[in-house]
Each structure stands twice: as C-alpha cells, then as structure tokens.
C-alpha cells in the first residue's frame, strides 16, 4: 500500500510539474509556418524572411528618420514617446522569467523589457498621422544584447519580425531582419502575443516585482522601467496584442473571403466606413451586410478563416518554484546555469538544452485558432473599420462635409483597379477616399523606400578588417550609424568586405567636412561635425583624442582631398 502510494505522490507530481519534454524548436523552425500556402493571401504576402521589395517595417521607417539607433535602451523608448503627440511614454512592462528564445538570459535583476506603442497622431494638411497601435513591439534582453522587434509592414501587409544585435555600451549594434520560420514556432500565425490575465510573468504581478526588487536591491527603475507595474500596463499590453493580432485575420478577410471579386471588397468598405461613422447604429441586418455575405458565401475558403491565438496560457514562475512542487521540479530537472541558453534568436540548441516548460504552457505547443470565421461573419468589415484612425475618421467626415451618404457614394467613384486583390493598405485606403471627395492626397512617413538601404537578413557575416587597417577608427566610432543603417543616405560604410567599405568611405569627400573639429567647433556648422554631440562614439573619441591628438588627421586622411593627387 505505502509503494502505492509513493508512486501515486510521483506520478502526481510529474502531472504537476510537467514531465512533459514538448517540441523542440530546431525541428520546429524546419517546418512549413504558413497556412493555407495555396491560398491568394499567401501568394500574395509571402512568408520570405525579407520584406517583399518596395516595402518595410514601420520600425526601419522610424530608425531611418532618427538617423540612429539610439543607445541605450531608454533613448530607444523615448524615440516612439517624441513620436507620440501626446508625449505619452509607451507600455513597458518587466519579465523576469519569461519563454522567449532569450529566457535563459534574463532573471530577476535583468529581467526582459517589453516595450508597445500606444497612440494615433493626428493628420496635419500634408500628411497622415502615425498610427502604430498595435503595431510596434519590442523586447531587450540586455544581458543579450539583443531586441527583438516586432513591427507592422504597412505596404506588405505582415509583421517584420527584426533584430537588433551587439546593443551594448561601445558596440556596432546591427539590424537585421530575423529567420521567420524560428520567430512564428512561438509567434504562431505571425502575430504579437502576450500572456493571459493575471499576467504573473510580469512586474504587475506583486511577487514577481517582489522578487525583481530583491534582486536588484533596491527599488530604482531599471531601464527607467518601474520595478512595479499596476495591473493595467500588462492588461492594456495584452489588449494591444489582441488589437495587432486580428490584423493578419483582416488581410485574409480582405483577400481570401472575397476572392476575385471587387464587387465585395467595395461593399465591405463601405459597411466599414459605416461603422466607423456610428457604430452604436450599424445594421448588421442591412441590405448591405446581407450582399456581403452572399459574396463572401460564394469563395469562402474551405475551412473558414482562422485567427490566430495570440494569447498564451498564464503561467506563475515565482509560484512553480514554491512547496514540494518546486522542490520536486528542481530535483528531477537539470538546472540551468546562470546565462545558460540561447545568447541570441538563432542559438537555437542551447535554446532546446534548456528545461522544458509544460505543454500547456509552452508557446512552442501548437494553439488552436482564437476563432474560426465563417462566410457569415462580418469581422472583415470590423476589422477594416478598426485600421482607420480616429483622425482618420474626422478627416474624411469632413472632406465629405460631415455627410454619411456622401462619403459612402464616393467608394463607388474609386476606381476598380483598386478593389483588385491586393494587400490591404490603410494609407492607399484613405487616399483613395480622399481623392474620391475632391481632396488632395496626402503623404506618409512609412511607406516610401526610396531612400532606405537594403534590408540585411540575419546570419550575414561582418566585415572582418586587417590589424592595420585605416578603417579601425571608423569602425570604432562611426560604423555603429553608417553601417547597416536603414536610411540609404546615411549608409556610407556599408560593404561586403574591406576592400568594398573603403571604397565607400573614400567616395564620401564630406567625411573629412564632419571631421574638421578644429575648424567648425563653436562656430553655425558645429551641428554638422561627427560622430554627433550626444553619441556614445562622440564621448569615446573625445577620449581617445586625449591620448591621440593626432586621431582626427588620421581618419581623415583616409578620405581623398579635393586637391590630394
């Protein structure tokens, strides 16, 4: 009786504390990631780790603006506030013990920081406002090194998902774009995903703050996060991947429920056009509504539309390493050393060589659609509506002089060849619109690539430069902004190897300009000097010049004069 007992207690505890070894994420990354590969969404948004040509993230747009990625991680957060008209700081909450491929990495004094943008910007007479609700998403390791990005594609219709490695104090940080098929194992039909309430990952979770507190010995922000967080920054966090999660769903309504037929897309416009004017008074009963589905009904894809689950089962670490539950997992389970694991996205067998989570807490276990839509649904409609903005909203109320009827008609003066299947777009939406009701199209800062570089993927060697090359001062202090810069013009020092990244510099005669320090200091030009007044480059060279008066000379020499022969 005492043996069964004992073996019961066991058999009990393994149930409790998991014994289940779950996927492995090097098989799973060699997997096939998108659905319905066949269908007209997928040939038309690819699944190619790059974005398609002519489109990128909304976060290259913003990092090509700066000119920079700001360092540390704080400038980084405080890049998306100056974005916000509201200088509202975005959502940011602490993970000591989270599932991402860092996890190993992260603890209770240097948990991960997951940072959301949460604002609309209102349209001004030249262009639309920024709108990345939903839309921008990051998450820094700092004892990584890396974030991870993740970031809409307006023109492309997906999420990027990027990676800025080497982010450190006195490194060249890079940003790339990341192997797609290791970020959706856990970003299942490529969408945000976030715990579900009440959130105990996180530092809304009072023993989770308790313990990042302990940790860290005190209770000062770190990465001006605070150690603690209300309960409303993990759920409004939550909500914001809800919001970005239907996104994907909304491409494929848009494409796949109406097939060929521009007859419907232009109806579902219209119906959400109408609810975004009066929701509270939206038929959907109308004639209209029922028009809808009876075109949806007739290439409704075989087994409905699915939108992916972007919410992961709560999971307690503070709790799990409680009682004889604990006891038990950490007898059973090899322990991880501190800084075991992953050391970036693509260490993916160290990543496996970590213990193993519970199945159902995993977000490598395969999670059944949040919902699977059907021809009767109307939620392309409300998933359309929900891209608009609220300026958006105001804008074309009054281009169509506050006259419902009015603006509904001009969807039918927008030509055809716009309600062709194609990715759907809220920028080429609103200023289709507006030219339809007389107005002047306006401009948008994320859409344009004419003037970013390639995209770099990940795994791309860096150059590798000889003891004595002349391209060592520069490496030091200025390929961290002009090697693999998103912006094409400030991407100078960019090159395969040596020889191609001096041929660069030495094409760019205004280096020797940014690096006449004695001539232009304290004079109207002194802006114009690099690496700029606030970097951590500029701060390391100033010190370096106390060693080396002559370093300056020296870099410059590097690029011809206009009268050198």
């Given at each position: 009786m005492r043996a069964l007992v004992a073996a019961a207690l066991v058999a009990g505890l393994l149930a409790a504390c998991g014994g289940d070894n779950g996927a492995a994420i090097t098989q799973l990354a060699k997997q096939p990631g998108t659905p319905a590969a066949d269908s007209l969404s997928a040939k038309l948004i690819p699944s190619d780790d790059l974005p398609p040509a002519g489109t990128r993230s909304l976060f290259d747009?913003?990092?090509?603006?700066?000119?920079?990625?700001?360092?540390?991680?704080?400038?980084?957060?405080e890049l998306i506030r100056n974005n916000d008209p509201a200088a509202a700081a975005p959502l940011t909450v602490l993970v000591p013990h989270g599932r991402s491929l860092l996890k190993g990495l992260a603890d209770d004094q240097h948990p991960r920081v997951l940072a959301a943008a949460d604002f609309e910007a209102p349209a001004t007479s030249a262009s639309l406002g920024l709108a990345p609700r939903g839309q921008l998403f990051l998450g820094f390791v700092e004892n990584a090194a890396e974030i991870e990005v993740l970031s809409y594609n307006e023109a492309a219709g997906r999420y990027e998902f990027q990676l800025v490695q080497n982010y450190c104090a006195g490194c060249i940080p890079k940003l790339v774009y990341a192997k797609r098929a290791i970020c959706t194992t856990c970003h299942q039909g490529a969408v945000p995903i976030f715990p579900q309430r009440p959130w105990n990952e996180t530092n809304g979770a009072p023993a989770t703050a308790a313990a990042i507190r302990t940790a860290r010995g005190n209770d000062q922000p770190y990465l001006d996060v605070p150690l603690a967080n209300p309960l409303g920054v993990p759920e409004r966090f939550d909500q914001l991947t809800d919001v970005g999660g239907?996104?994907?769903?909304?491409?494929?309504?848009?494409?796949?429920?109406?097939?060929?037929?521009?007859?419907?897309?232009?109806?579902?416009?219209?119906?959400?056009?109408?609810?975004?004017?009066?929701?509270?008074?939206?038929?959907?009963?109308?004639?209209?509504?029922?028009?809808?589905?009876?075109?949806?009904?007739?290439?409704?894809?075989?087994?409905?539309?699915?939108?992916?689950?972007?919410?992961?089962?709560?999971?307690?670490?503070?709790?799990?390493?409680?009682?004889?539950?604990?006891?038990?997992?950490?007898?059973?389970?090899?322990?991880?050393?501190?800084?075991?694991?992953?050391?970036?996205?693509?260490?993916?067998?160290?990543?496996?060589?970590?213990?193993?989570?519970?199945?159902?807490?995993?977000?490598?276990?395969?999670?059944?659609?949040?919902?699977?839509?059907?021809?009767?649904?109307?939620?392309?409609?409300?998933?359309?509506?929900?891209?608009?903005?609220?300026?958006?909203?105001?804008?074309?109320?009054?281009?169509?002089?506050?006259?419902?009827?009015?603006?509904?008609?001009?969807?039918?003066?927008?030509?055809?060849?716009?309600?062709?299947?194609?990715?759907?777009?809220?920028?080429?939406?609103?200023?289709?619109?507006?030219?339809?009701?007389?107005?002047?199209?306006?401009?948008?800062?994320?859409?344009?690539?004419?003037?970013?570089?390639?995209?770099?993927?990940?795994?791309?060697?860096?150059?590798?430069?000889?003891?004595?090359?002349?391209?060592?001062?520069?490496?030091?202090?200025?390929?961290?902004?002009?090697?693999?810069?998103?912006?094409?013009?400030?991407?100078?020092?960019?090159?395969?190897?040596?020889?191609?990244?001096?041929?660069?510099?030495?094409?760019?005669?205004?280096?020797?300009?940014?690096?006449?320090?004695?001539?232009?200091?304290?004079?109207?030009?002194?802006?114009?000097?690099?690496?700029?007044?606030?970097?951590?480059?500029?701060?390391?060279?100033?010190?370096?010049?106390?060693?080396?008066?002559?370093?300056?000379?020296?870099?410059?020499?590097?690029?011809?004069?206009?009268?050198?022969?």
């Open positions: 747009h913003l990092i090509a603006a700066n000119g920079q990625i700001p360092y540390p991680f704080p400038k980084l957060v239907f996104i994907p769903a909304t491409q494929r309504l848009w494409i796949d429920a109406c097939g060929p037929s521009a007859d419907c897309r232009r109806t579902m416009l219209k119906l959400a056009l109408s609810w975004l004017q009066n929701p509270a008074g939206f038929d959907a009963q109308s004639t209209a509504a029922q028009h809808l589905r009876e075109l949806q009904q007739a290439r409704w894809p075989e087994g409905g539309i699915p939108v992916a689950e972007s919410d992961l089962a709560n999971r307690d670490p503070v709790e799990e390493g409680r009682g004889i539950r604990g006891w038990w997992h950490r007898l059973t389970t090899k322990q991880p050393k501190p800084g075991d694991g992953a050391k970036t996205n693509e260490d993916l067998e160290a990543f496996d060589r970590l213990p193993k989570l519970k199945a159902a807490f995993d977000p490598l276990s395969s999670r059944p659609p949040k919902r699977l839509l059907a021809a009767a649904d109307l939620d392309g409609v409300y998933g359309l509506a929900a891209l608009f903005s609220d300026a958006d909203r105001q804008l074309l109320e009054t281009a169509a002089g506050f006259d419902a009827t009015k603006l509904l008609a001009a969807v039918d003066r927008i030509d055809g060849g716009f309600f062709e299947p194609a990715v759907y777009s809220r920028v080429k939406t609103m200023n289709a619109l507006l030219a339809a009701l007389g107005s002047a199209p306006l401009n948008y800062c994320c859409l344009d690539t004419a003037e970013l570089s390639p995209p770099v993927p990940s795994g791309e060697p860096p150059v590798v430069l000889a003891a004595n090359s002349p391209l060592k001062h520069y490496e030091t202090y200025c390929f961290a902004c002009h090697r693999g810069n998103p912006s094409k013009k400030l991407n100078f020092m960019s090159g395969v190897d040596e020889a191609a990244v001096l041929a660069n510099v030495k094409a760019k005669d205004t280096i020797r300009e940014a690096l006449d320090w004695p001539r232009y200091r304290g004079t109207d030009r002194a802006n114009k000097l690099m690496p700029p007044a606030d970097s951590v480059q500029h701060a390391r060279l100033q010190a370096a010049l106390a060693q080396n008066p002559e370093l300056l000379d020296q870099m410059r020499a590097v690029v011809p004069g206009l009268f050198d022969f």
